[in-house]
């Protein structure tokens, strides 16, 4: 099967009304990067191929009653065979840079052990594409797919894997990290150790305060490490984390309330802002929770404590809180408050922008941050093909614009906003609600793997155009 991208003979952007492109092109910096990004477990499918091993999301999407319609990455995009046709698809996007993360499982199949030479070589043939069309590197090392073969050991709620995946920091760096433009060492460690350890929703999918409070200080850990080795491998290549962050708003302006807020802050942002930044945990959650963490050992924090080059934030949505006061409700003790807004995504997300820009504001208050990039941010629409062949997927193109408004808003004010990465470049597996969400700028049939670049991809496309940097040539 070939891939295919459908274009559209429709008005531009379906004859939406919005922000002109190029007038929000011009708000931006100079030295500004617009990108997209992606996930290797989400995008590449041949989950068992050249000597690739099982994740935890192999394991997990194969539960009954963990993913919807038991769906899994088996195939996925098809992306790890369809690579350099999804390279030109983002060189036709006209963005400067692409995000993409690294399979873990790949490379070192059992997690400690044996490298996988046919993984990395992948990753070479990846990275050197992106060079050959003049598009920027920006590689994650972990967005979630740990290796089955750890859980033997406990995986991240065992300090044994801090130390493994510094190991496979080492080894990515050293094949790979000449010719990365940038490198993050975790996306989103609030999911992987909240949502994957005490909610139960994502791989290894436990409910335990204990498990989490574990794979939160191990996580932590393995950042500093990987941050440690990468600087001794690659000391040029910059280095961050990209945190989803979330903008904590108290549902209502009582006492109890605004309390509430400020512990949700604590146990879903300080939980990792604190240590990384200022080499510390939040005293309130040490204060409720402190005697059910693992061991935190002499110059555990000052591991972790390293000065980064950049991070990055993952902003979708708000958080509205309420407290709990329901005898022995457990730290944070708060429970969602109803939404404000009415206009929600089709994973019904609320749509509600300014607090994003009162998110990234609080932050720079509260740490002293580097340079920021917005490495995701995006809508969930399921909008279809039309009978024309074209995706009018309006409200995530309204989404776009509210949010790219807020960002040039922070530059404008003076914050280091340095680019923008739109989740996503394409429809993919998405985790546990499987393939019935759609966050892609360009659409995927799964029958035929044709790519179809939707009207919110269009208007993406036309943005990056008028951006300075956004035109690339090769190199």
Sequence with gaps: MTVGVIVSVAPPYGGILMTDPKILAARFPGDFTFGVATAAYQIEGSTKADGRKPSIWDAFSNMPGRVHNRDNGDIACDHYNRWEADLDLIADMGVSAYRFSLAWPRIIPEGTGRINEQGLDFYDKLIDGLKARGIKAFATLYHWDLPLALMGDGGWAARSTAYAFQRYAKVVMARLGDRLDSVATFNEPWCSVWLSHLYGEHAPGERNMEAALAAMHHTNLAHGLAVEAIRHVTPNVPVGLVLNAHSVIAGSDSAEDSAAAERAFDFHNGAFFGPVFKGEYPASLMSALGDRMPKVEDGDLAVINQKLDWWGLNYYTPMRVLADTAEGAEFPATQPAPFVETAVTDIGWEIYAPAMKLLVEDLYRRYDLPECYVTENGACDNTDLGADGTIDDTMRLDYYVEHLGVVADLARDGYPMKGYFAWSLMDNFEWAKGYQMRFGLVH????????????????????????????????
């Design 444 to 475: 995927v049939d799964y029958q035929t793997q044709v790519r179809t670049i939707k009207q919110s991809g269009k208007w993406y496309r036309d943005l990056a155009a008028e951006f300075p940097k956004g035109n690339h040539a090769p190199a």
